[in-house]
């Protein structure tokens, strides 16, 4: 098992920043990739960005050039900076870590930007 552990979401005005934090425990030998979802209300969970073990990111279009994820390996910990937000990143961000068929997920944290 993989518990997964999302902090750092809260409210923000565009343009304004928040770093989210994802601590990983259990058994996490296990895992390679780790990453970040986001979702709204009535919509699809859609990828935000990932980060393999060896350093490797991926992010989609709509963020490229304003998040970073990265990762700390000692801490057992993903991190993803956001900046230059903007009102259409308001969603629930959750962390993610797939082993083979099964996804572990966190319980999410809320990111909210006001126009």
């Known amino acids: 098992q993989v518990q997964l552990v999302e902090s750092g979401g809260g409210l923000v005005q565009a343009g304004g920043s928040l770093r989210l934090s994802c601590a990983a425990s259990?058994?996490?030998?296990?895992?390679?990739?780790m990453g970040w979802y986001r979702q709204v209300a009535g919509k699809q969970r859609d990828l935000v960005a990932t980060?393999?073990?060896?350093?490797?990111?991926n992010y989609a279009d709509s963020v490229k050039g304003r998040f970073t994820i990265s990762r700390d390996s000692a801490k057992n910990t993903v991190y993803l900076q956001m900046n230059s937000l903007k009102p259409e990143d308001t969603a629930v961000y959750y962390c993610?870590?797939?082993?083979?068929?099964?996804?572990?997920w966190g319980k999410g944290t809320l990111v909210t930007v006001s126009s």
């Open positions: 980060i393999t073990r060896d350093g490797t990111t």
């Open positions: 259990g058994s996490i030998f296990r895992i390679n990739t």
């Open positions: 993610n870590a797939p082993w083979f068929s099964i996804n572990y």
